[in-house]
């Protein structure tokens, strides 16, 4: 084995203390609304590391070591083509705000109200396909992490069995049913506290694991294997990489566009989606959420980097063997290349840093798998059963629906994590399964939210164009390798790229064919604004910016001075960094730089976010204490709604003609259809 029994001991206590910290949230679930969405009580901080928490799973950090390790550090200088996006969507409240001011706590609710309730299904059972089959990896990746990094047996024995346990398949079921313990027991309550908990553990385990690897491993020995790359596949200089085919500067670019038009569109953390207590909480969790994703960017691309430099470097020529022959014992080619980066990390870390990985690595298993299992576990019943039922269910009933589809999802998993075998590298594998559902799911969005001539007939159109197009490519290079002996030509980032336009030309050709002639949608009525707000909802009244530098800060009267400083600083920060990429990369195409430039440039650019990590941890420590503190009082004295179950059902609402009191009745609450009684 890998681990001492100092870090097997950290693995453990780390273990026991946030399952006996758990058994704390059940008492606060007691109602539909609580199991969904947490009674749309969250704050900001709670908000913003449970989120971040709950979509960054093992999976997600072995993805981005096999980028690092095969690209190097050009990626990470293509990724700040996303700032001005990311800060646009972040500061104008993009897709998210609207769709918090509908108080839909599905994206589906979403489409009933928007378009119809038979679309409601279909869009819930395209959704709930694309998010299990993107999910069916994950415990498979998480638990070979495991396995690989501790150095654990293929099988062990139990006292009494006369035959041994595969460990492979026990560590996924130890993995999947912790993970289900949280959310049958509290739902989104405790998803969202335990996600928050394991998120302030890991985020010192981050910074103390970078620090730390800084030490063993010099920043003069990863910049010298790096430079090993060839000349046109540099993994220094982002300008000299002609020769890299898969994460080169057009697969950012997509995903660039990709992050725009799908924004919201990935169900895989929904229950999030709804939980704010308010639209400007859900913004302002937006907005802060940059500096505490710092330490944990920092750490996936320390330990890459630091693997490189052990794998090729002559003075760790003991580890590299090491890690050699660990590999030769995994069969699948793409599962070695998964596993390089952890088994580097168990032959150069220390005793105790080893435990603290392994235990932040396990605690980043649970918050993705509770996260995925809670959403897809609650799209299958309220987006697919729930709609086709024509009796309603008590509070109950319907929660016991939800825990036994949480389940199924969770065997599923299981399932087919076990017999699915690795065929690419996990980032095209996702976009291949999320194209099903993501290639038309944004036109659908952001048609419903922002454009009143858009047609059901042209949202079926949409999602139906993305949905062939992903399934092809799962298809497709199947018998595009049996046939040629060589990959498919098109690969899964660029696949989705043609599905999104496709999507985006549909929609909007369909709608306008089939929306002429008819009255448009009152969104006004869908996202509760004007005379048509509800009871309660004053703090969520919309209010344009008045003057140019507001609208460009994204700063609304709903911003404080405190919120207005946070809003300012995102800009600032984000803003340097693009002018910095945009000069630079200016330069480089006038004059190119030398490899020695670039590197200074990225040594400094380490350093600075090792620096920002550390204040940045003691603020969100302080600040998502205090949130748990904070929903756990309001979800103690709050009222239940029994009718507030994700479901749309006809209710009075009032119309630019009459007046407020006359036409919104006191009990109206967030199910109200809010715009099918304008749409012919």
């Excluded at 700032?83 to 599905?106: C, S």
């Excluded at 709930?128 to 062990?156: H, Q, T």
């Excluded at 020769?243 to 566009?257: G, K, L, P, R, S």
């Excluded at 309660?536 to 507001?550: F, Q």
Aim: with cysteine; aromatic share 14%; glycine share 8%.
């Amino acid at each position: 084995m890998n681990l001492s029994l100092l870090d097997w001991g950290i693995v453990i206590l780390a273990i026991i203390a946030l399952r006996i910290f758990s058994l704390s949230t059940k008492r606060y679930m007691q109602g539909v609304a609580d199991f969904l969405s947490a009674n749309r009580s969250a704050g900001r901080y709670l908000l913003t590391i449970a989120t971040q928490m709950g979509g960054v799973g093992v999976v997600t950090f072995v993805g981005a070591f096999e980028m690092i390790y095969s690209a190097g550090l050009p990626p990470k200088w293509w990724e700040l083509m996303s700032i001005p996006g990311g800060v646009i969507i972040l500061l104008t409240g993009w897709v998210y705000y609207r769709f918090r001011e509908t108080r839909a706590m599905t994206m589906a609710q979403f489409f009933e109200m928007r378009y119809s309730r038979n679309f409601r299904v279909f869009a819930g059972i395209l959704c709930w396909i694309s998010g299990i089959l993107n999910f069916g990896i994950f415990p498979a990746v998480s638990a070979r992490f495991i396995m690989y990094f501790c150095g654990l047996p293929e099988a062990f024995s139990l006292p009494g069995l006369p035959f041994q346990i595969p460990t492979f398949p026990a560590l996924m079921l130890f993995d999947l049913g912790l993970s289900v313990s949280f959310v049958t027991m509290g739902g989104q309550v405790s998803v969202m506290v335990t996600d928050c908990v394991q998120g302030i553990f890991c985020a010192i385990a981050f910074v103390v694991v970078s620090a730390s690897l800084v030490l063993l491993v010099s920043w003069d020995q990863m910049a010298q294997a790096l430079a090993m790359a060839p000349e046109k596949a540099s993994m220094i200089h982002p300008f000299k990489t002609s020769q890299v085919e898969d994460f080169n500067f057009f697969y950012f670019a997509i995903a660039v566009f990709g992050s725009f038009y799908g924004y919201m569109s990935w169900q895989g953390s929904q229950g999030f989606f709804s939980s704010a207590k308010s639209p400007h909480e859900h913004k302002m969790g937006g907005i802060i959420a940059v500096w505490r994703w710092i330490p944990q960017a920092l750490v996936m691309l320390m330990m890459p980097l630091a693997a490189v430099a052990i794998m090729k470097l002559p003075e760790f020529a003991a580890q590299a063997e090491a890690v050699n022959q660990s590999l030769k014992t995994i069969p699948n080619e793409y599962v070695q290349g998964q596993m390089r980066v952890p088994l580097a990390m168990a032959q150069i870390l220390p005793i105790g840093i080893k435990g603290l990985l392994a235990a932040t690595m396990l605690f980043v298993s649970f918050t993705t798998h509770d996260t995925y299992l809670h959403s897809w576990g609650s799209i299958f019943i309220q987006d697919v059963v729930m709609p086709l039922r024509k009796k309603q269910l008590t509070p109950e009933q319907h929660i016991r629906l939800l825990r036994a589809s949480v389940i199924g999802v969770a065997v599923f998993a299981f399932l087919f994590s076990l017999w699915y075998p690795m065929g690419q590298k996990i980032l095209f594998f996702f976009a291949i399964t999320g194209t099903i559902w993501l290639g038309g799911s944004g036109a659908v969005i952001i048609g419903g939210l922002y454009w009143r001539r858009g047609t059901t007939a042209g949202a079926y159109c949409a999602l139906t164009v993305g949905a062939v197009l992903g399934v092809a490519g799962l298809v497709v290079p199947q018998f595009w390798q049996a046939h040629y002996g060589r990959p498919f030509p098109i690969n899964g980032q660029v696949l989705w790229f043609i599905a999104m336009l496709s999507a985006i030309a549909v929609y909007v050709g369909i709608s306008l064919v089939t929306g002429r002639g008819k009255p448009p949608f009152n969104l006004e009525k869908m996202l509760h604004r004007g005379p048509y707000r509800l009871p309660g909802d004053e703090r969520e009244v919309y209010e344009a910016p008045k003057s140019l530098w507001l609208k460009i800060t994204g700063i609304t009267p709903e911003f404080n001075r405190t919120d207005r400083i946070l809003a300012v600083a995102l800009v600032a920060y984000h803003g340097l960094y693009f002018m910095w990429f945009l000069v630079f990369s200016f330069i480089n195409i006038i004059h190119p730089l030398s490899d020695a430039v670039w590197l200074k440039y990225w040594w400094f650019d380490i350093r600075l976010k090792l620096a920002i990590s550390i204040p940045a941890i003691v603020w969100f420590t302080i600040g998502g204490v205090l949130d748990i503190r904070r929903l756990f009082q309001t979800l103690k004295t709050l009222p239940r709604d029994a009718s507030d179950d994700g479901m749309v059902r006809e209710a009075i609402v009032t119309t630019p003609e009459s007046s407020p009191a006359e036409g919104i009745p006191a009990t109206v609450t967030a199910t109200t259809d809010a715009g099918k009684p304008d749409r012919a």
